[in-house]
């Protein structure tokens, strides 16, 4: 078996748990997450098996859509409600027109510090290992891209985003920076993913759902195919006279069109990997195989 489970991640669990339950549910190891939810986040979390295992950084290249609760006037430790308080401050007064004004600030592609309790690595160690042993975290700040920002309510002092973003963006970070930008503070109270490339909500499964099926027999109603998150690439099919140099990984004299990536399959259909053009020969060489 090999493949995406697209899962409905509930709040409480992180997504190493979920890939630990999918394992026992398969009784294998090569299982892996497309993206970390925060135990406090819930939603779409895409969860690799077997060789698709291989294509999970190509899904970190599609966009993120979240729905975020934000709370103003408390910030915390994490940026998230999980944290403790640090400061309580008065809401200045908002509405929508001027909150809508300050968010225009942060479309596009923008600078932002990830939170001290964050999985990034500095000196070799996560940050919020070393937050948690008692030491200073000034992670640098990093550029990010957020493509579209929508408020979706104002109930002061609550709002809610919807926010599309490239991979490495901090939802934390974006409540924490809007409270600081407004000058009272704030943190996130409530995350939805709604979107990780063409993995949605909508189709998402709660893993009891996927439990239910593995019961059953039928895990398989429920597997998206590996080439998943590379559909959106030209695809060409290899005759078979040139199987056996793409599976040994030289370079293919092919017609792609458009584009510096491809997808490869048999004549049969069969998805064969990945493909990239060389600049110098314009040859296909391919860089993620898939023998039959």
């Known amino acids: 078996m090999e493949g995406f489970f697209n ?10 748990d979920v890939v ?37 950084p190509f899904l970190q290249e599609g966009e993120k859509v979240y729905r975020a609760g934000i709370v103003l006037g408390v910030s915390t430790t994490t940026y ?5 308080v640090t400061a309580t401050r008065p809401l200045p007064p908002l509405d929508r027109l001027e909150l809508e004004a300050v968010l225009s600030s942060f479309r596009g592609e923008i600078e932002q510090v990830p939170p ?10 996560r940050l919020y290992q070393r ?9 640098p700040p990093r550029r990010v891209r957020i493509f579209r920002l929508t408020l979706l309510s104002w109930e002061p002092p609550q709002l809610t985003l919807e926010v599309a973003c490239g991979s490495g963006t901090y939802i934390r970070s ?19 993913r709604l979107q990780v490339g063409p993995f949605t909500l909508e189709k998402a499964l709660r893993p009891e759902e996927l439990a239910a099926l593995a019961a059953q027999g039928r895990l398989e109603e429920a597997l998206w195919p590996p080439d998943t998150p590379v559909r959106h690439w030209p695809a060409v ?54 023998p039959g």
């Open 174 to 192: 974006l409540a924490h920076d809007l409270g600081e930008r407004l000058g009272c503070g704030g943190h996130l109270r409530k995350l939805v």
């Open 80 to 84: 998230d409600a999980e944290g403790e």
């Open 131 to 139: 937050a948690r042993a008692g030491e200073t975290v000034q992670p």
């Open 237 to 290: 099919v290899v005759g078979e006279d040139l199987l056996p140099a793409l599976r040994s990984g030289r370079p293919l004299a092919l017609e792609v069109g458009e584009g510096e990536r491809a997808r490869a399959y048999s004549p049969a259909g069969a998805f064969l990997g990945l493909l990239r053009r060389e600049a110098e020969s314009g040859l296909w060489r391919p860089f993620r195989v898939f």
């Open 20 to 56: 630990e339950q999918v394992r026992r549910l398969l009784d294998r190891r090569r299982v892996g997450h497309g993206g970390t939810l925060d135990p406090l986040a819930e939603g779409v979390l895409p969860i690799a098996v077997g060789r698709a295992t291989r294509l999970l």
């Open 7 to 16: 899962l409905n991640k509930p709040a409480g669990p992180t997504s190493h």
């Open 116 to 125: 001290p309790f964050s999985a990034v690595r500095q000196g070799g160690r």
